[in-house]
């Protein structure tokens, strides 16, 4: 049985409740179960101490990362008191990309497997710093197994922010709540945080919410090839028509 060379950045995306919180703990379980030792991130945890928790009831401390926290520093500190082997960090894509360097240090210096689960773009469908530093650094990079299908029945690939029941693709990519805290996107129905849904590309762009709502921003032309690669040319989804900071 060949061993799986140490020290690599793994990245797996995918749309929020799209199971990578559940991955990151059966990663982090069965690191467990072969004798080794790992440190658990995460980001905006908004539930008291920090943990990785998932939909399914699946929980574990993390420890919470902040914009100036030095990962070096921290996997320093962890190696004082025992080798470390792994590296779980869920909610990646609010690392800096400088955070997202540093774990590659470890990864490479320290032969720490590091594994990084993250939503891929925000909610007006760019990628978000840390996600877009692990796309270019991993060494593998992998979709979740989808789950979530947009209301169509297409995967569901953008998480689309709703302010008054209508998409919104401005405002900050990170909310900071009534309590002063900043905000993860996702579903926060007790808070003042907006609520999230995740569409296809084409109801994303459309500003469609569900089959009965008229698009909101292009015609109706519900063809079955209207949705292919680059046939839609910008005389139906001009940029400016989102709001969406192209070029920004
Ligand atoms: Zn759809």
């Given amino acids: 049985m060949r061993r799986i060379p140490s020290g690599s950045v793994r990245f797996f995306y995918g749309p929020m409740d799209c199971g990578k919180s559940t991955l990151a703990l059966q ?3 069965n690191q467990v179960r072969q004798g080794r030792r790992g440190v658990l991130l995460t980001r905006f945890d908004r539930s008291g101490p920090a943990r990785i928790s998932s939909r399914i009831g699946l929980s574990s401390p993390a420890l919470e990362v ?10 320093d500190a962890a190696a004082a008191t025992g080798a470390v082997d792994y590296v779980v960090v869920d909610e990646a894509q609010f690392l800096t990309p400088a955070q997202v360097d540093q774990l590659a240090l470890a990864a490479d210096e320290r032969e720490i497997e590091v594994f990084a689960f993250g939503i891929a773009t925000d909610f007006r469908s760019r990628l ?4 877009a530093r692990l796309f270019e650094i991993a060494d593998r990079i992998a979709p979740v197994q989808v789950e979530v299908l947009c209301w169509c029945g297409r995967p569901g690939r953008f998480n689309a922010r709703l302010l008054g029941g209508r998409i919104t693709r401005e405002g900050p990519t990170i909310v900071i709540a009534d309590t002063g805290d900043p905000v993860a996107p996702g579903p926060d129905p007790d808070g003042g945080a907006p609520a999230y849904r995740v569409l296809c590309r084409r109801h994303y762009r459309a ?3 569900g089959p009965q709502e008229p698009d909101a921003q292009e015609p109706d032309t519900d063809g079955p090839d209207a949705d292919g690669p680059d046939t839609n040319g910008p005389d139906t989804d001009g940029p400016d028509r989102a709001g969406a900071g192209h070029g920004g």
Avoid: E, M, N, Q
Wanted: aromatic share 4%.
């Fill in 207 to 209: 500003g469609r919410l």
């Fill in 66 to 75: 902040t914009d100036d926290l030095d990962l070096t520093a921290v996997l």
């Fill in 27 to 29: 990663i982090h379980d």
């Fill in 128 to 131: 978000f710093p840390g996600s």
